[in-house]
């Protein structure tokens, strides 16, 4: 405002003469103007179209800082911070990546505890499988036929115990298993619940490397554990693999509710060598889940049979289905 309001009055100046001049009635119109001093402008408008006074031109503005792209880096500026290697040369379009070195893939091996190769042969005593057609073997076929008579279907778990220690629990077990899998083709699993003997995976020609005492630990899985004999049909769950090592566990009714179910459902028949009579707290455990009690007692020792055993068996929940006498101790 204060440079057009200076104009105007030099304009007056020039056109109506000096304050004397005017004064004195002498009209003097000069419509030369002064040469004005240049004022700054822009002008913009259309496209690419800029228009500026010298001043706006010529006048430097402070260099802007870069402002950081919110991307990754391109593909040029990694190779821009690659170090320079002698290679032929390319054109700029081409994209530089550096990949790490190849390497081969390393193996290793680790044994899963199971079955190894078959240490011994399978023992002399049990005839089932040695002398199959045998008075021995055939006794051992017949008696399995009677107590498969009160199985539904030929399937479900035995359970065999001893009135005592040595009485020849584990022989008549392993016999009975022999001739279930081999002469009526069934499935067949003996469980080693008797943790003291820990016997039936050597009798039956294997060496154990685990057994429910780890499962129930949790070091091992209880697949893994069963181990197939060279009888086709015949398993067997150890107690524990090697003795030394393992500490004996104590299994739990829950533990054993669900190993059973575990067994019933991959299994047609489970053969338990059970606890002695005298040993109620594991008996108690076991028996209530048992389809069927037999106790197993040397026939010199008859005498000894009382009625308060079957009450003992019953008080632990377990159905006594029968006597198995032995002629024999071993």
Not at 214 to 239: H, N, Q
Not at 282 to 311: C, F, N, R, S, T
Request: net charge neutral; proline share 6%; charged share 20%.
């Amino acid at each position: 405002m204060g440079r057009m309001l200076e104009t105007l009055k030099n304009g007056d100046t020039h056109r109506f003469g000096t304050p004397d001049a005017v004064a004195t009635g002498q009209c003097v119109t000069d419509w030369s103007l002064p040469e004005p001093a240049e004022i700054p402008f822009i002008e913009v408008g259309g496209p690419k179209k800029l228009e500026a006074s010298s001043q706006v031109l010529s006048a430097k503005h402070p260099a802007q800082a870069r402002v950081q792209p919110p991307h990754a880096p391109t593909e040029k500026s990694l190779a821009a911070a690659a170090p320079v290697v002698a290679a032929p040369v390319v054109s700029q379009s081409t994209k530089i990546v550096h990949m790490a070195e190849a390497r081969s893939l390393g193996v290793a091996f680790e044994a899963w505890p199971g079955i190894k190769k078959l240490t011994r042969a399978v023992a002399s005593e049990i005839v089932a499988y040695h002398q199959r057609d045998s008075a021995g073997g055939q006794q051992y076929l017949a008696l399995f036929d009677q107590m498969a008579q009160t199985l539904r279907e030929d399937s479900g778990v035995i359970l065999l115990t001893g009135i005592r220690g040595m009485v020849g629990t584990s022989t008549v077990l392993l016999n009975l298993a022999v001739s279930c899998a081999q002469e009526r083709k069934k499935r067949v699993v003996v469980w080693e619940a008797g943790i003291a003997r820990a016997s039936l995976a050597s009798r039956l020609g294997l060496e154990a490397q685990a057994g429910v005492t780890d499962v129930l630990r949790g070091s091992a899985a209880l697949d893994k554990v069963i181990l197939e004999t060279a009888i086709p049909g015949l398993f067997v769950l150890p107690a524990m693999g090697d003795v030394a090592q393992t500490a004996p566990g104590a299994c739990t009714p829950e533990a054993a509710r669900w190993l059973l179910s575990w067994l019933r459902e991959r299994f047609d028949l489970v053969f338990i060598d059970g606890p002695n009579l005298d040993n109620t707290l594991a008996l108690g455990i076991l028996a209530p889940l048992a389809d069927d009690l037999y106790l197993v007692a040397p026939q010199a020792e008859k005498h000894l049979l009382h009625p308060g055993m079957a009450q003992t068996v019953a008080r632990l929940g377990g159905r006594l289905r029968g006597l198995v006498h032995t002629q024999f101790e071993v």
